[in-house]
Structures are given as C-alpha cells and as structure tokens.
C-alpha cells in the first residue's frame, strides 16, 4: 500500500503543470526578454509574470505559428551562443504553462540570468546634440562623442540605443585616431546643425571608404596590394539594426581603443514611414584595462561594389543572386590582419561572430569558410527579415588559416520596375557581412 501512494505521488509530480516562477521566466527571459522590456525594440516589456499574463494569448499564438522568437539563422548551417530560438521542449513547455491558466508559481524558484548574458555597460555617451533628418528620404549624419578615454584601454562590449526608432535606419560607431580629429572638427563647424553629413562612412568628405579619384581598376588593385596600404582608416566597434541586442565580447576579449583616439557615431535616417523627428541615440559602452587577445571587427565586402567599379546589378523584375570571396594567396584584405595579428604562417584567425546585412529587398544571404579540404557555414539566413539583424555569437569559434577563403553570397528579389545596386539608400541594396576576429 505504501508503494502504491508513493508512485500516485511521483505520478503527480511529474505531472504538475509548469508555473510561471518555476519554469516559464526561465525560459521566457532567455528567450525573449532580450527584445521584450523596458528599453528594447519590442512594442511590450515580458519581464514580469502581470507582463506576461497580459498578453498571454498573443504570446500563445505566435508560439505556435512559430513568428515569434524572430530567430533568423538556419539549423543547417552553425550553433549559436546567444540563440533565442526556442526548442521543442520550451515551446511545449511555454504552451502547457498558458493552457493550465497560467499558475505563477513561488517566486522563490524565480532563476537568475546567467552573467555572461547581461550587458553591464560602464559609460553612455549619447549624440551632443538632438538631430532631426533634413535630406529625404534618407539622412546620413555623424557627431564627435564627447568622450576620450584618460588611460588606454579595451571595449569589452556595445549597446547602442536608438533615440527615435521611427526615423532610425541603423548606426555604426567608429573609432578614430586622434590625428584625424582636426579633420572631423573641421567637417562639424563647417554644416549647419549637429554633426555633419557622412554617407557610406565616418568621414564628412567622401573619402569613407577609399580615395579612388582618377584611378584606374589596375591601380586600385595594385594599390590594395602594396604594403603602404592601410585601409579604410578606422575602426569599426559595434552597429545597431532592427532586431539587434547588446553586444557583449567573449571573455578575455576587446577592441582597443588609445587616449587620443575619439569616438563618432553615424546614424542613418530614414523618413519613408514616419515624419522627420529628433533623435538622440546613445553608445553604451563596457571596457577593460586589458585582456588577453585584442579584437577586429571586420566588415566583409567586395570592395569594388562599394566604388560602383564591378557594379552589384539587381535587375528591375528578377531574383538576382551575387557571391564575394577573397582570402588565399590573392587575398585584398585577410592579409593584412593576418600581418596585424603578427600571426605565423601556420596560425588561424579566429572568428568568434558572425552578421549579415542587406536591405529591404533581400531574400536570402549566407557568410561561410571555404577551405582546400570543404565549406565552413557559418551563418545562413534562407528568410530574410530586415527588421531583424543580429551578430550571432558562434557556440564554437571558427578558425580561418591563410589558405582558407571568406565568401559572401546574397539573394534579392527585386518586385518592382527599377534597376537596384549597392547604395546607401534604404531603396538601394548592400550585401554585407561582419565578423568578430582575434587572434588564437
């Protein structure tokens, strides 16, 4: 008889309905809370049972059409640190918790969220200046932040917050060195209102990307090659895009930046859907005095679809898909991290993220290794959503030797009467990948 009531009783427990406290925040916290409160891009905070009581349906719903979490990478392609896609059993478990009515539970089993998901931000250090868009329908501008650090320093981990998100298209946060700042100071004092125009880069006078003037395709090759060549001339530290959560850098890692270095935010508005408005967006910023393996963000293009010399043509009425590789012997760019990495013949880059950028046109993109020996994915997105770009943290860093290539491959689906290509218009189209790189 005791054995009977003991396993009537086991029977029962294990099939108690989950609470709200005892299993549901978990699960709700890890997976949509990231965009779900108070300060993020969803329209309603989920971060407290009467939240999420409130909207139970609409939360049941989505579940089941499986809209929501907007998780965006393919399961065939690479596993993530930061997915918030839901499993088979917290999707189950999320449903069972609304149809037994929602019991909430005892807060006393109410988990804590894991440390290394939580952006602990050290400084904010918002636009100087409101701003309001006065070229439509898109408006590049940047400010000079108003911070410089006293000691050198790393940064550890990027948020940044969009004042107005009616008008913000996305922002890049640059990082320049101090002999630059005359340059940038003079472009601010020289243009009416806040900050300065900057299209494609941090620069106000159209050298963002490269100074090309009057040359031809074989110079700028050969140019791209020489050892004298440096680059674009700054660091890029972190974006914000649709959809995009804090970034916090593996541990042990960051971006260094130096006492004369200064910080210049470029916003890019777009009025398509809203009337012009102010907008003072914030960089949030954690840092360290230092750590065991300085980092890069990469952004990965043909460098040639940016100059307009190999044109990203997207026909009027067409699907259109265009692929970029570089790397190898004949690599433009990868070399010259390698050698700023002082890595050794045999040694990796090693590639902690990843992240995908295309406009409103595009339907499919995909960022992966190609090796002598096969094809590394590292993210694939089969669905684009603009509205939700993220950089997705690899659960296992990939290595990228100096034989290897990085490619780039976007698909659009241009439905309307016009021919598309690379632009800085919300109407015209990118394909653009990002990567997070140190050295091993």
């Given at each position: 008889?005791?054995?009977?009531?003991?396993?009537?009783?086991?029977?029962?427990?294990?099939?108690?309905?989950?609470?709200?406290?005892?299993?549901?925040?978990?699960?709700?916290?890890?997976?949509?809370?990231?965009?779900?409160?108070?300060?993020?891009?969803?329209?309603?905070?989920?971060?407290?049972?009467?939240?999420?009581?409130?909207?139970?349906?609409?939360?049941?719903s989505t579940v089941k059409a499986g809209t929501m979490p907007p998780w965006q990478p393919a399961d065939d392609c690479n596993d993530y640190q930061?997915?918030?896609?839901?499993?088979?059993?917290?999707?189950?478990?999320?449903?069972?918790?609304?149809?037994?009515?929602?019991?909430?539970?005892?807060?006393?089993?109410?988990?804590?969220?894991?440390?290394?998901?939580?952006?602990?931000?050290?400084?904010?250090?918002?636009?100087?200046?409101p701003y309001t868009p006065v070229t439509e329908p898109d408006d590049y501008r940047c400010q000079i932040l108003d911070w410089q650090p006293e000691?050198e320093l790393f940064i550890t981990g990027v948020d940044i917050t969009p004042g107005n998100p009616a008008v913000a298209h996305h922002a890049v946060?640059?990082?320049?060195?101090?002999?630059?700042?005359?340059?940038?100071?003079?472009?601010?004092?020289?243009?009416?209102?806040?900050?300065?125009?900057?299209?494609?880069?941090?620069?106000?006078?159209?050298?963002?990307?490269?100074?090309?003037?009057?040359?031809?395709?074989?110079?700028?090759?050969?140019?791209?090659?020489?050892?004298?060549?440096?680059?674009?001339?700054?660091?890029?530290?972190?974006?914000?895009?649709?959809?995009?959560?804090?970034?916090?850098?593996?541990?042990?890692?960051?971006?260094?930046?130096?006492?004369?270095?200064?910080?210049?935010?470029?916003?890019?508005?777009?009025?398509?859907?809203?009337?012009?408005?102010?907008?003072?967006?914030?960089?949030?910023?954690?840092?360290?005095?230092?750590?065991?393996?300085?980092?890069?963000?990469?952004?990965?293009?043909?460098?040639?679809?940016?100059?307009?010399?190999?044109?990203?043509?997207?026909?009027?009425?067409?699907?259109?898909?265009?692929?970029?590789?570089?790397?190898?012997?004949?690599?433009?760019?990868?070399?010259?991290?390698?050698?700023?990495?002082?890595?050794?013949?045999?040694?990796?880059?090693?590639?902690?993220?990843?992240?995908?950028?295309?406009?409103?046109?595009?339907?499919?993109?995909?960022?992966?290794?190609?090796?002598?020996?096969?094809?590394?994915?590292?993210?694939?997105?089969?669905?684009?959503?603009?509205?939700?770009?993220?950089?997705?943290?690899?659960?296992?860093?990939?290595?990228?030797?100096?034989?290897?290539?990085?490619?780039?491959?976007?698909?659009?689906?241009?439905?309307?009467?016009?021919?598309?290509?690379?632009?800085?218009?919300?109407?015209?189209?990118?394909?653009?990948?990002?990567?997070?790189?140190?050295?091993?």
């Open positions: 008889m005791i054995l009977l009531f003991a396993l009537a009783a086991c029977n029962n427990e294990a099939h108690q309905d989950p609470t709200y406290y005892g299993e549901a925040k978990e699960v709700i916290d890890q997976r949509c809370a990231s965009c779900h409160n108070d300060s993020g891009i969803a329209p309603f905070p989920l971060t407290t049972y009467k939240e999420v009581s409130a909207v139970a349906a609409l939360v049941e930061n997915s918030f896609d839901l499993t088979e059993h917290e999707k189950h478990l999320i449903l069972d918790f609304i149809a037994a009515d929602l019991p909430e539970g005892d807060k006393a089993d109410a988990p804590r969220p894991p440390e290394s998901q939580v952006f602990l931000k050290d400084h904010s250090l918002p636009l100087p200046l000691e946060a640059f990082i320049l060195d101090g002999s630059m700042r005359e340059d940038y100071e003079m472009w601010d004092a020289e243009q009416e209102g806040p900050g300065y125009a900057c299209f494609g880069g941090p620069a106000g006078d159209g050298s963002s990307f490269l100074d090309t003037e009057g040359m031809s395709f074989d110079e700028i090759v050969e140019m791209m090659e020489s050892d004298d060549f440096e680059g674009a001339g700054f660091t890029w530290l972190g974006a914000w895009v649709p959809g995009a959560i804090p970034s916090v850098f593996p541990e042990g890692t960051g971006i260094h930046m130096d006492t004369d270095d200064f910080i210049v935010l470029q916003m890019h508005y777009n009025t398509q859907a809203s009337d012009p408005a102010p907008d003072q967006s914030v960089l949030n910023i954690s840092v360290a005095e230092e750590v065991e393996r300085p980092a890069i963000t990469l952004p990965f293009t043909d460098p040639f679809w940016v100059l307009d010399m190999i044109p990203m043509h997207i026909p009027a009425g067409q699907v259109t898909t265009h692929r970029f590789a570089d790397g190898g012997e004949n690599s433009l760019m990868l070399h010259r991290l390698r050698e700023g990495f002082e890595l050794a013949p045999e040694e990796p880059l090693i590639i902690h993220s990843a992240t995908l950028h295309m406009h409103t046109l595009g339907q499919a993109a995909e960022l992966e290794i190609q090796r002598p020996d096969g094809d590394e994915c590292l993210l694939k997105i089969d669905d684009w959503d603009f509205n939700w770009q993220n950089a997705y943290w690899l659960s296992q860093p990939a290595e990228l030797y100096a034989e290897d290539s990085l490619a780039v491959s976007c698909t659009w689906d241009n439905v309307g009467d016009t021919d598309v290509k690379w632009g800085e218009g919300t109407g015209d189209e990118m394909c653009l990948g990002a990567l997070y790189l140190t050295a091993p």
